[in-house]
């Protein structure tokens, strides 16, 4: 089984934010693959249902962002599940805005909702880091995470999530470099984004 977590606060007050564009991406994911319906289960939302060919737990953790990791563990023990069997949606104020990198492991860059994922799960699972950009100053990141996208976002936010989306069953199958490829290659086709040096070879190889 594959664990989908996508990382956000609940309520409405929180739906618009930077933060929860984690949220976004696997409400979207659900929507588009007819996963459903959500139920209360582990501490926050979920459904379950296959992607790809694969049995996948969609899960919105409802403990809030610095908590995250006490909806994921529950549902890590409950299936029995290792880390690499975790995948996490998160936002990524060190990525330009649109830009989508996939890692297992690694450093979790001030990241409240990863950092108490990896204390509860280990650090060893994958994660899919969407960029939101940078405020320009350390001492605004609280303040820019947890504030709603620009009215000028919305189209490539709309955009990059129903790519996210389309593509979902890529992450299942482990297949990330052409998860990455593809979800850039469409962005810089829907006009957000720039193209790079390798995205013709990218562009081959994924196919």
């Not at 204390?119 to 609280?142: A, S, T």
Request: hydrophobic share 40%.
């Amino acid at each position: 089984m594959l664990l989908l977590v996508g990382l956000g606060n609940p309520g409405a007050r929180y739906v618009g934010n930077r933060h929860n564009i984690g949220f976004l991406a696997v409400q979207e994911i659900a929507k588009r693959h007819g996963i459903g319906p959500w139920r209360r289960r582990f501490q926050g939302l979920a459904c379950e249902g296959p992607l790809g060919g694969v049995r996948t737990l969609l899960l919105l953790p409802g403990t809030y962002m610095n908590e995250s990791g006490r909806a994921v563990a529950e549902a890590v023990h409950f299936y029995k599940l290792a880390p690499v069997d975790v995948t996490v949606f998160h936002d990524e104020i060190d990525l330009p805005s649109g830009k989508v990198r996939v890692k297992i492991g690694g450093g979790i860059a001030g990241h409240n909702g990863l950092r108490s994922i990896s204390e509860h799960i280990g650090n060893d699972y994958r994660r899919v880091r969407i960029g939101i950009g940078h405020p320009g100053d350390k001492d605004l990141v609280q303040r820019y995470v947890l504030s709603d996208f620009a009215k000028s976002d919305r189209d490539w936010v709309d955009a990059l999530i129903a790519i996210l989306a389309d593509n979902a069953e890529l992450i299942a199958r482990g297949q990330d470099a052409s998860f990455q490829n593809k979800v850039h290659l469409a962005m810089v086709a829907k006009g957000f984004g720039q193209p790079e040096p390798d995205d013709q070879t990218s562009n081959n190889n994924s196919k």
